[in-house]
């Protein structure tokens, strides 16, 4: 039998949408937590808190909707966030969707990714022509596409050459954002894409 890994971040997307309450949020984000591979402690909390939202919230109703409101209930999400940000992908949030306050989930904070290109933290390849001073991004030249990271010049297979462990993040012309985890030989898995 072979055993599948869990996964160890979040994934992207909307958790709950259209709906303001705790316990909506604490039903989408407690199996999401529990899917992963957590640390001991996570694993411990998460099973506490669970356990505690089943006994205190679930089986005794004091609301007209089966479920309790109150400060505790909020203390108990706080909590989940707490934990659920340790397992988030790489430049993503835990929340509301800006603008969408019914809407939570995880979200990725592109403006952070490219940020975190431009102090050349992050490789990057990006399909438009940039000025050559900008060197923590792809320009045209007559030797065709270059790559830079940091103050080195690499060549086409740059991709090739991102160190195993390394991030690097491709934007297409179209606004695509994607980031990578480098594998080593030119190999990547992929974090996270958004259209």
């Known amino acids: 039998m072979i055993r599948r890994k869990r996964p160890r971040t979040?994934?992207?997307?909307?958790?709950?949408d259209g709906i303001?309450?705790?316990?909506?949020?604490i039903d989408s984000l407690l199996p999401e937590l529990q899917r992963l591979h957590l640390s001991k402690a996570d694993r411990v909390m998460v099973r506490?808190?669970?356990a505690e939202y089943r006994r205190d919230w679930l089986t005794e109703p004091d609301t007209d909707d089966g479920l309790a409101e109150g400060p505790d209930l909020d203390d108990l999400l706080d909590?989940?966030?707490q934990v659920a940000e340790n397992y988030l992908p790489e430049f993503c949030l835990l929340g509301n969707l800006e603008?969408?306050?019914?809407c939570f989930g995880v979200w990725v904070d592109v403006e952070q990714a490219q940020q975190a290109v431009a102090e050349g933290e992050v490789w990057a390849d990006h399909d438009r022509q940039v000025p050559v001073a900008d060197r923590s991004w792809a320009y045209e030249s007559q030797s065709g596409y270059a790559k830079f990271h940091g103050d080195r010049a690499i060549d086409s297979t740059w991709?090739?050459?991102?160190?195993?462990?390394?991030?690097?993040l491709v934007i297409s012309d179209h606004g695509n954002v994607s980031l990578y985890r480098s594998l080593?030989?030119?190999?990547?898995?992929?974090?996270?894409g958004v259209v």
């Open 10 to 16: 979040l994934p992207v997307g909307v958790y709950t």
């Open 20 to 25: 303001c309450k705790a316990e909506d949020r």
């Open 48 to 50: 506490k808190l669970a």
């Open 79 to 81: 909590e989940l966030v």
């Open 99 to 102: 603008g969408d306050g019914a």
């Open 159 to 168: 991709r090739e050459y991102v160190p195993k462990g390394d991030l690097y």
């Open 184 to 192: 080593g030989k030119g190999k990547s898995r992929e974090i996270w």
